[in-house]
Every structure is written in C-alpha cells, then in structure tokens.
C-alpha cells in the first residue's frame, strides 16, 4: 500500500495586514486585518473553494500565495517548498507552476497584443520553445484545449467575448505547465450560460490535465457545481472548512447557513429557510473581542463576547468549525 502523497499547497496562520496610518499624530499605527492567521492544504487535481461576503479577505489569501502582494506572515509552501519568503529570483521559477485567471476578462489582457502573443508571452519568459515554429505550435494547441479556434490566435482581445476572453486568460494561465491555477472570482462577470460553459471547461481540464484549482467566489451556486471542498471566510479568518457535499447538506457555522440560505433554488418547494443576518460586518481595523462574528450572529451566548473560537472538529473527518455552538455532537439545529 503506498504512502499518501504530499498536498501541492501548504498554508499556514497567513497573515496580511495593510498600513492604515493613525488615529491621532502620536497614536500607534493602524492595520487593516485581511487574512488574519488562514490555514489549509490543497492536493493534487483537488478544488478549494474560498468564500464569503465581499471584503473578507478572500481574493488576498490567492494573492498572497502566488505573492502578488507580499504575505505579512505565515508560511506557504508549494510541493514542499517554502516559498512566502523567497527573492524575487528564487522564486522566478516557481512562478510557472502557479498561475492566476483574474476576475475581469476585459481588461486582464493586453489589448495592443494578439491573442498569440498574449499566450506566447509565458512561455517565452520561461524559455519552454526553443524556435518559432514550436512556440506557434504550443500557442495552437493551448487554444485548443480552451475550445477557441486556431486562426483566433492573430486576433486581438476587443475581438472576443467575455466568455471567449476568458478562454484566453485560461490559455495563458496553462501555456508555462501550471500545476495550480488561482482562480480569483473567474466567473462573476460572466452571464449565468457563459459562466457554466467555464465551470465545465475548468472542470474538464481539471480531469485532463491533474490540475489543482483554488477557486475564489462568492456565489456559492457555482462553488456547488466545481469543487471538491469549501472554506468559508469571514472577517480575515476561516470559519467552517468541509467537504462540499457535507458543508452543503449540513452546516455547522451560523454565517455559512447564512451563505447557503441566500443561495437560489429552482424549486420554491425546496427553497431554504431564508437566514437574515442583522447588524454590520466589523471593520476589519477594529476587531472585536471574542468572536468576530457575535455581533451578527442569532446564537451568540455570553462566552462568544470573550473568547475567540478556533478551528475544531465537528462532525465528518474533515469538517472543522470555529463555533462555540458546534462541536463534533452538539451543532445547532438549523
């Protein structure tokens, strides 16, 4: 019997504060907590979904890790190897391993480019084609595994759709050999038909290819339909963290049957009990004491106020929750 392989993606209590400056001329310095202390692992051909309300720190997790904008702390470690820390030229070669599609098709492409030279691009800067003609070659056959013709390649990117477009961010995102793709809210700005054809595709090259997706969305109808497990973000932290159909089928935290509440069904007869949360999110400056989300939270006891909740088993091997209420036998009724 072998031995279980290694996750591809290792994070760790990552930390990502951004400068605030200061209440008062000699106050201390204020930080806004983005990512306050995230954890979790990604393995190979796995999707991680990340999701949230909008400002929970989501988007900066994918960025952290591929080090688009630096961590404060924590580790990542990619295959192994720690890499949150490394220069600019060490990590260079990682970087083909790990690629990003961004949220807008429209303007993550250069538009004075063709879309050859938008895909080329990577895989000149790493060297992998040693003439033209073998560069041309790996350009055709990336456009077809994205389903976009061959002869779009001498075209430019006001020429296309945001669907199509985003098959070009896809190309371009594969063209260096990514073993990771980040996927920062990929389909949000796509109509619901053209936003399933690329769930299908990135399902599809998934099967094809090994790959290994975290996947960044806030709507959870299409997390539904992708991936393999879930973490569900609030205010910097990860709150509930299962598999999809356990966290779907049975939610332990107050704010991810929240979430799921909101979630529209084609059925009205099967339509969840509808959750509404009251009062605001707390600035992310000014966070509260104990539990970070007792101030919207309908099951909020006295130890909420004072102690903050980690973590912990609840449940199936996998599902962890940071909740005072639901622990592994005693999770509220939802």
């Known amino acids: 019997m072998s031995a279980p392989q290694a996750p591809l993606l290792q994070v760790t209590g990552l930390r990502k504060y951004f400068p605030a400056g200061r209440r008062s001329l000699w106050g201390p310095a204020c930080h806004v907590h983005a990512v306050d202390g995230v954890s979790f692992s990604l393995d190979r051909g796995e ?21 688009l904008t630096p961590p404060t702390g924590g580790e990542v470690r990619l ?43 990577p895989i000149v800067n790493f060297g992998l084609a040693r003439h033209r003609g073998e560069l041309d070659e790996r350009v055709a056959r990336l456009l077809d595994t994205v389903r976009l013709p061959r002869d779009a390649a001498e075209r430019r990117p006001h020429e296309f759709s945001g669907g199509q477009r985003q098959r070009i961010g896809i190309a371009r995102a594969l063209a260096p050999g990514a073993e990771l793709i980040v996927c920062d809210e990929a389909v949000s700005a796509l109509d619901v038909s053209v936003k399933a054809q690329i769930v299908n595709l990135l399902r599809d090259l998934q099967d094809e290819l090994g790959l290994s997706l975290l996947f960044i969305s806030h709507d959870l109808a299409v997390v539904e339909h992708l991936t393999h497990r879930v973490a569900v973000m609030y205010l910097g932290r990860i709150v509930e963290m299962a598999s999809r159909d356990t966290l779907f ?26 959750v509404v949360l009251s009062g605001d999110v707390p600035s992310p400056i000014d966070l509260p004491a104990g539990c970070r989300f007792r101030g919207r939270c309908p099951q909020a006891i006295a130890r909420c106020a004072t102690e903050d909740p980690v973590l912990r088993p609840a449940g199936p091997a996998g599902h962890l929750v940071a909740c005072h209420l639901a622990g592994a036998d005693d999770a509220p009724a939802g």
């Open 47 to 67: 999707t991680l979904s990340i999701v949230g309300e909008s400002g929970c720190g989501k988007s900066t997790v994918g960025r952290s890790i591929l080090r």
């Open 249 to 274: 089928a049975t939610p332990r935290h107050p704010y991810t049957r929240a979430l799921l509440s909101a979630v529209p069904v084609p059925d009205p007869l099967a339509a969840r009990r509808r």
């Open 79 to 121: 295959d192994g190897e720690r890499i949150d820390h490394l220069s600019a030229a060490r990590l260079r070669p990682l970087r083909r391993r790990m690629q990003m599609v961004f949220q807008d098709p429209f303007s993550s492409l250069n538009p004075r480019l063709t879309v050859r030279d938008i895909i080329a691009e």
